[in-house]
């Protein structure tokens, strides 16, 4: 049984929290950028994380992604993102999945999450048994990651490891 996190990230504030998470999950996790994320999943993964930056209120899209490097993002990781990834995952009755993103802190109140985002395609498409959701937030747009984020990601990751088995 093993673990895959799965990230997206245009400036590396969405890869720093997925290899939080990774390093708290050990050595039974694995981690890949989206661009080389498998299609299906190797039967050996029992929990997916699959993580992404927020964008105009859910996940990016080639539009968004290209917006980024126009305000000074990386290129190269413009290609594919969570939601075309989960998009080509076929059903799965036998993995958990938790999701996650990054958000600017300044705009908290307002509702858009791509984690939430993506676990609605997660029971649309019945891709796995969605077990935790969860945000963590950025000052600005590029980042940094507020203080504390990783920690609380560190503790995010040992909720997933301690969470129920239910099959
Ligand atoms: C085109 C675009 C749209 C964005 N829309 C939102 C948004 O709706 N809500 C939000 O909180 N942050 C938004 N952001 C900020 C991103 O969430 C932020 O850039 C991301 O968390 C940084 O993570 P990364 O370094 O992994 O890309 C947007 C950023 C871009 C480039």
Known sequence: MSTLVVHESMWGNTRAVAEAVAARLGDDATIVEVGQAPVPLPA????????????????SRSSTREDAVVKGAEPGHTARGIREWLGELPESDHVDVAT?????????HLPGSAAKAAGKEVRRHHLGRLVSTESFYVGDMAGPLLDG???????????????????
């Open 100 to 108: 996650f993103d990054t958000r600017v802190d300044k705009v908290r």
């Open 149 to 167: 984020e990783l920690d609380r990601a560190a503790a995010w990751a040992d909720t997933l490891s301690s969470r129920p088995v239910t099959r």
């Open 44 to 59: 050996d993964v029992d929990l997916l994380v699959v993580g992404g930056p927020t964008h105009a209120f859910s996940m």
